[in-house]
């Protein structure tokens, strides 16, 4: 039997052939990976900018219905946590890929481009002008929004009674008061005269809730402190 000659020219265009579908592969991948880069830098330039109102045309039958919140929904959990619901731009943490990749599947789904972000988080994540959980939100029009996305860690569990107080007047004048009570039955028997009466006691319970409250209303207006109410959507430090 006698073997058949090698055609070179044949192997030559071959190689040639293999060659270019790798390159059409890699140039494949790398166009993917350059227009995945734009969306990402995209999607960061949205959240840094300064948001307007806004409504996204999402398709609400691809919506998860467990993720879309009223404003009122979302302000009263802002008022009981003492948290702001503020544009994005003005958050000053680091948003995680986690959540760039979020927006990219959202948008990829309803084949549109998010804009408007709003974040849910304490006071101390966001670069507030002068006068431990975010939750991202894009805006779905008719004052809803739809959660993007949840990351780090969840809020103290006695953070809704720590800032019960700042909810309004009349708990802070409650908890005053309370801590005038503990503090007059405090005083030593006998300290102010030997022999102790109701009066004295009112008496002293007046004059440690003045002191109590001078205490707080001066640290209230020393550190422009405000009523949760007044501040869960305020781009202010000092509203």
Not at 42 to 62: C, G, P
Not at 119 to 129: C, D, G, Q, R, V
Not at 190 to 197: A, D, E, M, V
Request: charged share 25%; hydrophobic share 45%; net charge positive.
């Amino acid at each position: 039997m006698i073997a058949k000659g090698t055609n070179i020219e044949h192997k030559l265009h071959k190689i040639k052939e293999k060659q270019k579908k790798e390159h059409d592969i890699l140039a494949e991948v790398q166009a993917i990976l350059q227009q995945n880069a734009l969306t990402e830098e995209r999607i960061s330039s949205e959240l840094s900018s300064t948001n307007k109102d806004v409504s996204n045309a999402l398709v609400f039958d691809l919506l998860d219905t467990d993720k879309i919140f009223h404003i009122d929904q979302i302000k009263e959990i802002c008022i009981d946590y003492r948290l702001r619901f503020l544009d994005s731009s003005y958050f000053k943490g680091k948003i995680p890929k986690s959540a760039i990749s979020k927006i990219k599947e959202l948008e990829t789904l309803h084949e549109t481009e998010i804009k408007g972000y709003k974040i849910m988080a304490p006071s101390k994540l966001f670069k507030l002008e002068d006068k431990d959980d975010p939750l991202l939100f894009a805006p779905i029009g008719n004052d809803y929004f739809y959660l993007v996305h949840k990351w780090g860690n969840d809020l103290h569990p006695l953070r809704k009674m720590l800032v019960w107080p700042f909810k309004n007047i009349v708990n802070l004048t409650f908890l005053v008061l309370l801590i005038s009570f503990v503090v007059t039955l405090l005083v030593p028997d006998g300290l102010f005269s030997k022999n102790n009466t109701t009066a004295e006691f009112w008496i002293i319970f007046f004059f440690m809730f003045k002191c109590v409250a001078s205490v707080v209303i001066f640290y209230g207006f020393a550190l422009g402190k405000n009523f949760n109410p007044a501040i869960w959507n305020s781009k202010y430090y000092n509203a």
